[in-house]
């Protein structure tokens, strides 16, 4: 066996893995969104017309590698339990593609994106947040990328933001090459989510204790309940509720379903598919508008690439909050509940959008709608983590690979419609506008009726419980 890592503790520390984690993501959003402010401009310069149909079809390079990449990596991940040897191959060939190739092999550049993956350290109890904080990359990668991403274009041209993109990605392969995942630290008796484990374990047990049984009858009185262990249980498996490291090894070496087999388990549970056809829609309502922002705020009010840069971080700023903010009351409350606040919040901003008279009123309504739609994707991540305990067979980086392939298909067709919708109609922008706000309407039906182990519209239609008998 090799030697004991160096700074073994602090390297598969939950707290460090979800700091790279949110480092991979932002970098994978930078690497994406330093083209998003840039790519209109510079096809107007090299003579291009129909421009934003043109970006919608570019920036579905990025979302179709990721529709492409997912079953295959997902199928790897599961079958030999490794999440670092893709993560690190991936960045990589990002920094090689991005080295030598130049803007119009953007598209090549795009496809590499989709290797950006997350560890399974965190335990249940904090997924939520600890997903809620990596997820925050999301916002980050869009708040640094485009305005940075204008100014390098202005003064360097179109290699400038290229060559950003490779100093950030290569800062990221070396935050993956210091994680140590929580499958080899427990080689060496180091469990990251050991102290997690035991207060979950020490709140469960009290709670047992605490619970009186009611009476089974008025000839029957209740004994006292035991807190001994129960003989009838086997040494083994007193030992695995009192050490959280054989728990881990014998729940990672559970046998583990096929991509198909984990695809059609899915499409037999209508809460899965909610949630994944709610990530579809997540996807599409994020994007719809990448192709044509930079082209509307030329339209309306004059920008160049650098302006729509500018605009980016004032509208970006909160969302870096959302998400982790999202998670916290996920952990807390469901994911059912966060869900509907943050779509209603959402919908009303979408259309409000339509309105052209007032920059800062833009903004405001721009950088509202983003906080509350970047929101969601902590409450689905979780929502997914809860569908995954309850299927055999079925792994995380099975369930968020799907995760992955519906976002991607979300993000694929986002651009192209929302690139068609702003050329071919004469009010493209309020259609675009609307369309999405319809779509928010839809997520709002799927989770009022699935989300959560008792969706709400099935506790709205239990109603009040009877009164009890006198």
């Not at 392939?405 to 067709?413: D, Q």
């Amino acid at each position: 066996m090799v030697g004991k890592p160096l700074g073994l503790h602090w390297r598969s520390s939950v707290w460090f893995v979800t700091f790279v984690v949110g480092l991979g993501i932002t970098t994978d959003l930078l690497a994406y969104s330093i083209v998003v402010p840039v790519m209109p401009f510079e096809l107007e310069r090299l003579g291009y017309h129909g421009v934003s149909a043109l970006v919608g079809w570019l920036l579905f390079a990025y979302s179709g590698g990721l529709v492409l990449a997912t079953p295959p990596l997902a199928y790897f991940s599961e079958l030999y339990n490794d999440r670092k040897i893709p993560l690190l191959g991936g960045q990589l060939a990002l920094i090689v593609f991005k080295t030598i190739l130049p803007f119009p092999s953007m598209l090549t550049n795009s496809l590499l994106d989709f290797l950006l993956d997350s560890c399974d350290t965190a335990p249940e109890i904090i997924v939520g947040r600890q997903l809620g904080i990596a997820m925050a990359g999301l916002a980050i990668g869009f708040l640094v990328g485009p305005p940075v991403a204008g100014a390098l274009y202005e003064v360097f041209g179109i290699r400038g933001p290229f060559i950003f993109g490779i100093i950030v990605t290569a800062m990221d392969l070396v935050g993956r090459l210091l994680v140590v995942e929580r499958k080899d630290a427990l080689q060496w008796g180091v469990d990251p989510a050991a102290q997690y484990t035991k207060v979950a374990s020490a709140e469960a047990e009290l709670a047992e204790k605490t619970v009186v049984p009611p009476p089974t009858s008025a000839d029957h009185t209740p004994e006292k309940a035991s807190t001994d262990p129960d003989p009838s249980d086997s040494q083994v498996q007193q030992e695995l509720r009192n050490d959280p490291i054989a728990v881990h090894e014998v729940i990672t070496a559970k046998p583990r379903a096929s991509f198909q087999a984990v695809i059609i388990t899915m499409l037999r549970s209508p809460r899965a598919l909610a949630v994944f056809m709610c990530t579809l829609i997540n996807g599409v309502v994020i994007t719809t508008v990448e192709p044509t922002l930079p082209l509307h705020l030329q339209r309306v009010w004059n920008f160049n690439a650098s302006k729509v840069g500018l605009i980016y971080i004032a509208a970006v700023v909160p969302t870096i909050f959302s998400s982790p903010l999202s998670g916290w009351w996920t952990d807390r409350k469901g994911a059912a509940e966060i869900t509907l606040v943050l779509l209603a919040c959402a919908f009303p901003w979408a259309v409000l959008l339509i309105v052209q008279r007032s920059l800062p009123f833009f903004i405001v309504a721009f950088a509202l709608e983003g906080f509350f739609v970047s929101g969601l994707v902590s409450p689905l991540t979780a929502e997914l983590a809860a569908i995954t305990r309850q299927l055999d067979g079925v792994g995380y980086a099975h369930v968020y690979g799907v995760f992955n392939l519906t976002y991607g298909i979300g993000s694929a067709i986002g651009p192209i419609i929302g690139g068609q919708l702003y050329d071919r109609l004469k009010h493209g922008w309020t259609i675009i506008c609307l369309f999405d706000a319809g779509l928010i309407l839809v997520f709002t039906v799927l989770a009022f009726v699935y989300f959560g182990d008792d969706p709400i519209l099935a506790r709205l239609r239990k109603g009040p419980l009877p009164p009890l008998a006198a």
